[in-house]
């Protein structure tokens, strides 16, 4: 349970990291305003000790504004921009309060300028100490320090959802370790990196044998007594428990609430991409994908040059593949295999490392040896940017199935099928072929239910480092 302290002892060292950051930059600003003369000529001198109350009263300020602002306590796993905004909101209130306190005392022996340039450089400070921070935060993580072990109580749609945030954000904190569940058939049936840990009545031993920092219920808050007992078990184990609210245990961004006449009307949102959000994405993808394609046409020259010098066979490979909705179409990549590879898939099943209606072999007798190069390097994939201009995939989503796959699938795992499959996505950022099957599906299903352009520029650029490096490819 050591692990647990280190979140409340690294928001005091931020406090104070603050705290250093705001005298360095009061300070800094003074040299800058008296001694280098910065922006404008001075026509008056004053010492640094006659700026110490401001200098003190600023801070004091600071932290209260950060404080009503939100900017403490620190938020596990918040976007670095949107910690920025609150600072930057803490930050110019702040200094306003204090130029307005020099206005008022109506006192031409304060610089104004000085307190905006302390201004800006708590901002700039604070914002390259935040990206630093970020970096230790998600070191320490991968030691195991500062992580929520957390259990969960319900294996359902909403248990699935909390499974989906904690793989695709693991900068938040939390690694599940695991699911209860009434159902004995889910409460055996692992979903991929979740083991099921029994029904609910196996809760006391799981929380006695294993070091749970939280339990977290998603069971439906009609189960009263069942979430009730629960909680119960929780406290006799000193274990703190979360639970996921009402109305539908749905994420704020799956409801649509209206008003009538005063009464809220609640409706849920389908799990899917709305006509504007498509539109969006689709104009995104023309636009990158016939940019890419120019580029990278020599590139794909040479490679079709090379495949035809290394084996005998078509350059382009073609298969089927399921889209939205269930449509079937033929999705194109440069040959790496020897041809009639598909039909040899049987007799080499034994050697299946997937999981799931997945096949591959991480060393597949198969693949040629520029098509061993192709894959290691993700450049087999680029005859894609057609089938991204066709409309049939996008440049960010689900990885697109084969039809034998699809008719394997669970209820739940049928949701991936709501967007355009792509040629990267949550899966390729977070271990491409080292993922589970049903890792890859949570991670898809949390991209439908989350989409946003900067998510897809965000999964873009953090393809790059992992294609060159060829992280999880084989």
Not at 4 to 31: H, S
Not at 140 to 161: H, K, P, S, T
Not at 295 to 319: N, T
Request: net charge positive; charged share 25%.
């Amino acid at each position: 349970m050591g692990d647990r302290k280190v979140p409340r002892a690294w928001k005091w060292l931020r406090i104070g990291l603050d705290l250093m950051v705001i005298q360095a930059a009061f300070v800094l600003a003074y040299f800058m305003r008296y001694r280098w003369e910065w922006f404008r000529e001075i026509t008056f001198d004053a010492p640094f000790s006659a700026y110490i109350p401001f200098q003190i009263a600023w801070t004091v300020l600071l932290l209260l504004t950060f404080r009503l602002d939100r900017v403490y306590p620190p938020q596990m796993g918040a976007p670095w921009l949107e910690e920025m905004y609150r600072v930057l909101n803490a930050v110019a209130k702040s200094t306003l309060v204090l130029m307005a306190v020099v206005f008022f005392s109506q006192s031409l022996f304060y610089s104004r300028l000085m307190f905006l340039e302390a201004a800006l450089l708590v901002v700039l400070m604070l914002g390259a100490l935040r990206l630093l921070e970020s970096r230790v935060e998600r070191m320490l993580r991968r030691r195991g320090l500062g992580v929520v072990r957390a259990l969960i109580v319900g294996a359902g749609d909403v248990g699935r959802a909390v499974m989906r945030a904690a793989l695709a954000r693991p900068e938040l904190g939390y690694r599940i370790i695991g699911f209860v569940d009434d159902d004995p058939e889910k409460a055996r049936t692992d979903i991929g990196p979740f083991r099921a840990r029994g029904t609910l009545e196996d809760l006391p031993r799981v929380l006695r044998e294993e070091a749970v920092d939280e339990v977290i219920i998603t069971l439906p808050l009609a189960f009263y007594d069942r979430i009730q007992e629960v909680v119960q078990h929780c406290e006799a184990h000193r274990v703190p428990v979360r639970i996921v609210p009402d109305p539908f245990q749905l994420t704020l961004s799956r409801l649509d609430v209206r008003d009538l006449d005063g009464i809220p009307l609640i409706g849920i949102r389908e799990a899917r991409f709305s006509p504007w959000q498509f539109r969006i994405k689709r104009a995104m993808d023309l636009i990158l994908a016939t940019v890419l394609l120019i580029l990278a046409a020599p590139l794909m020259a040479l490679i079709a040059m090379a495949i035809r010098l290394d084996s005998p066979g078509p350059v382009i490979f073609r298969q089927v593949r399921v889209g939205k909705d269930g449509r079937l179409f033929t999705m194109y990549k440069f040959r790496t295999m020897r041809v009639g590879a598909e039909q040899e898939q049987e007799r080499l099943r034994a050697l299946n490392e997937a999981s799931g209606p997945l096949f591959k072999i991480r060393n597949d007798p198969r693949v040629t040896r520029v098509g061993r190069i192709l894959r290691r390097l993700s450049l087999d994939e680029l005859p894609q940017l057609v089938n991204v201009l066709k409309g049939e995939m996008s440049l960010v989503g689900p990885r697109p199935p084969v039809p034998s796959e699809v008719e394997a699938y669970k209820p739940w795992q049928r949701q991936r099928l709501s967007a355009i499959p792509g040629m990267t996505g949550l899966w390729q950022i977070s271990g491409r072929s080292d993922l589970t099957f049903d890792e890859m599906c949570l991670l898809d299903i949390y991209y439908i239910e989350n989409w946003s352009p900067l998510l897809d520029l965000e999964i873009m650029l953090r393809t790059i480092p992992r294609v060159i490096m060829g992280e999880g490819a084989y």
